[in-house]
């Protein structure tokens, strides 16, 4: 029986949360083009109530197979409900709504932002280093995402477009997520990956009922066709539940900018679906903006 080595030992360990993240990334790639496809048929709240409604019950199933109480100590609560708050409420207005103004492989680039975000906020509040190489990949990824926003038309009328007001949205979500990256961590290490998760996406989609009651989201629902059921079942129970859970147990077991760092993938998953499935445009100012913010994003993440 031969000998193991201290750095297989590691890897060993960190092969999990890096294949959960890797598998987050993934499904969350896709889910833009799943978004887009299905706000054609019911609007953002509906999508948003429908799609976590199956990811907390998927959870909850897990929970209960695992016999596992998903009722969390009462002193949690306020960081679960933050949580749940920045996770869900927030985060995926911020994205659907910006969904309905731009395109899906834009949005899949403008992701790629939320590395440096967390790398910013990490620097804040939990006192990791952000030099002067940091501070030349944030402006990379600055001059990245103002090039796929304003599509190379440098005016200030490009600024009351439609799409563009959609960016502005999505790069609102990626500061957002980032925000929710370094909340959570401290409740991930403390309750658990399924149980924080499950919680704070219980009490995220609580929020969200009365304002599905007041927009008639059922009647929306009856009208659903079998494909508009099957891109809200992928996102409810795939990107939701499980994708969600997956970059929770990543959190749990790695540091919050070495997760971050898989997001690199997402924009590239988002385009290869994207440009078949919706047929979505990319010219090459989208990309060449898109390849700066991941070379930002290498720069700040680099060793």
Known sequence: MGLKTPGTAIDQKHLLP????????VLWGVSFVATKAALLQVSPITLVFSRFALG??????????QRKSMVPPRDALPAL?????????VHQLLQVFGLTLTTAVRTGWLIGLIPIWTAILSAIFLH???GMRKVAGLFVGAVGAFLVITRGEFSM????LPRTLGDFLIVASTINWATY???SRKMLQRLGSIRTTAAAMFIGWAMFIPIFLAVSGVQELSRLT???WGYVLFLGVGCSGAGYLLWCVALERLEASKVAVWLYLEPLVTVVVAVPVLAEPVGWLMIGGGLLVLAGVFIVQRK
């Open 226 to 228: 079998l494909a508009g």
């Open 157 to 160: 009328r490009v600024l009351a």
């Open 18 to 25: 890096r294949l959960a993240a890797f598998g987050a990334v």
């Open 56 to 65: 907390t019950a998927f959870l909850i199933l897990i929970l209960k197979l």
């Open 128 to 130: 990791e280093r952000f």
């Open 81 to 89: 409900a933050l949580m749940g708050f920045l996770g869900v409420v």
């Open 181 to 183: 990256t370094i909340v």
